[in-house]
């Protein structure tokens, strides 16, 4: 039995099992389009870091069985997302991957933007969009939990293989956002503090601003409260299942 999925509401689903279906972007009706990019050249003066990258969105998200989600997948690019500050208009919504990397005494990392981004102080699970596959490969879950391990090595100094990351639950949040988190291998404090210094290093030696400003463990959604800024809408759910996993 297929079940199609609430399109709004901060909530977790268990996934052992995530079926990739890619379809097309729906027709934009010619006004819309134009606002959307009048929206967008806004966007990109006030924060000219941002860019007009490949990305994907979500086009549909059903429940086919336990555990078991259907995924449908839109090649867009970031620019689609100005959709949202036009009135009327309805955008997709985006698909990122995140991962929960505990520690050893069953802390949860969660990190902090940096002002350069377009969430700059919000604390949220180290990721990053879905990017679609490029010419010739597919995007299966092998290629989204690269994705998943290729955010950790570069964010966190983390590296870890893809197939140590283990896809875990989905969460349905602000614009019907859909994240895909992965659980990590537990490491040490030490460990994780001295790779992201590295990280943040290695982004400074490139001339780049890093894409986090910092870190924070936390064992409790009590904790997690506690962290002065805003906070991505699926962290205290997500913290509140793992936190105590090691």
Sequence with gaps: MTETLPPVGIDLFDVERLLLTEVAEPPLPSDDAEARDRAWERAVRANPALFDGPVVACGGLERTGPRILRLSWVRVTYRHYALRRVPGATALP????????????????????????????????????????????????????????????????????????????????????????????????????????????????QGRVPELDGIALVRSPEELAALTGPHADYLEPVVRRFAGCR
Aim: glycine share 10%; proline share 6%.
């Design 94 to 205: 985006s698909l990122f991957v995140n991962v929960v990397q505990p520690t050893g005494d069953g802390r949860v990392l969660a990190a902090r933007m940096s002002p350069a981004t377009a969430a700059p102080g919000r604390w949220q699970l180290p990721g990053g969009s879905v990017e679609p596959p490029e010419d010739g490969a597919v995007l299966d879950e092998s290629a989204l939990a690269g994705q998943a391990a290729r955010e950790l090595a570069e964010e966190l100094g983390i590296s870890v293989v893809a197939e140590e990351l283990r896809l875990r639950v989905a969460t349905r949040g602000e614009n019907g956002s859909v994240g895909l988190t992965y659980l990590a291998p537990a490491l040490s404090e030490a460990t994780l503090r001295a790779g992201f210094t590295a990280a943040a290093a290695a982004e400074r030696v």
